[in-house]
């Protein structure tokens, strides 16, 4: 079983930067790929960013790359999306996922976090 609580939400203007958190909990953690999911109003929730329980590989969105770094720090039980050269358009709830297996772009992950809202004013 694993545990998510997301943290690090909040608004800022165009061009700006955020750093989001996940705090996991549950002996399964460190074996556990990770991910960063969004759903912005009116639309389905969306694959952000993801990474694999060693942290060998990283996948992104198209519309995020080279913007946005997914890290994990095993020893805090901890990821973290660091987003840079934010826009209006990244303006969604962004939520944390786990599962045991690693499936990128794929948005039927077995654990979700509560979410956390990131606003980008223009």
């Known amino acids: 079983q694993v545990q998510l609580v997301e943290s690090g939400g909040g608004l800022v203007q165009a061009g700006g930067s955020l750093r989001l958190s996940c705090a996991a909990s549950?002996?399964?953690?460190?074996?556990?790929?990770m991910g960063w999911f969004r759903q912005a109003p009116g639309k389905e929730r969306e694959f952000v960013a993801g990474?694999?329980?060693?942290?060998?590989?990283?996948d992104y969105r198209d519309s995020v790359k080279g913007r946005f770094t997914i890290s994990r720090d095993v020893a805090k039980n901890t990821v973290y999306l660091h987003m840079n050269s934010l826009k209006p358009e990244d303006t969604a709830v962004y939520y944390c996922?786990?599962?045991?297996?690693?499936?990128?772009?794929?948005?039927?992950?077995?654990?979700w976090g509560q979410g956390t809202q990131v606003t980008v004013s223009s």
């Open positions: 996922a786990a599962d045991s297996d690693y499936r990128p772009y794929d948005n039927d992950w077995g654990y």
């Open positions: 549950g002996h399964s953690f460190k074996v556990y790929p």
């Open positions: 990474i694999t329980w060693s942290a060998y590989r990283t």
